[in-house]
């Protein structure tokens, strides 16, 4: 196994078996807790991450702020995007891939997302719960 990017992860040698190694958050982790998050549409952008510090564990939560809004199925898409405060993922693919000042295209679902703390405004998810659906996040250079 091999450290690929920024994790741990790669094919075993001999058995072509790929491993994703990724930290789960504790069964007592209340990150979540009380938040919900509405689907309003769908949005690509280019985002800064201003906070990778809840993104190292699965599910990861980032903290971002919006450069540019490529593709949007919401109209006035620069109105959310100011408002647009996190990203968030179940997948661990995305778990540790990021940190504080990488600029990211993000490609996902826009939602609105209501919770305690400073868990409110809108965020994209990258979660697909559908196999028809192909929601994506890579680290620009």
Same mark, same amino acid.
């Given at each position: 196994m091999r450290q690929e990017a920024r994790k741990l992860q790669g094919l075993t040698a001999g058995a072509g078996a790929h491993i994703n190694c990724e930290p789960l958050r504790a069964d007592g982790d209340k990150t979540f807790a009380g938040v919900v998050a509405k689907e309003v549409g769908a949005i690509? *952008?280019? $985002?800064?991450i201003t906070d990778h510090s809840e993104g190292l564990v699965t599910p990861a939560l980032y903290r971002v702020e919006v450069d540019t809004v490529t593709e949007s199925t919401v109209d006035e898409p620069s109105v959310f995007a100011r408002r647009i405060t996190h990203l968030r993922s179940y997948l661990g693919a995305y778990t540790g891939a990021f940190r504080t000042g990488d600029v990211v295209y993000v490609s =996902?679902?826009? *939602? %609105?997302?209501? =919770?305690?703390? $400073? %868990?409110?405004?809108f965020g994209i998810e990258l979660t697909p719960w559908s196999a028809a659906e192909s929601f994506l996040a890579n680290l620009t250079r």
């Open positions: 690509s *952008v280019l $985002a800064r =996902g679902r826009l *939602v %609105h997302i209501q =919770g305690p703390d $400073a %868990h409110n405004g």
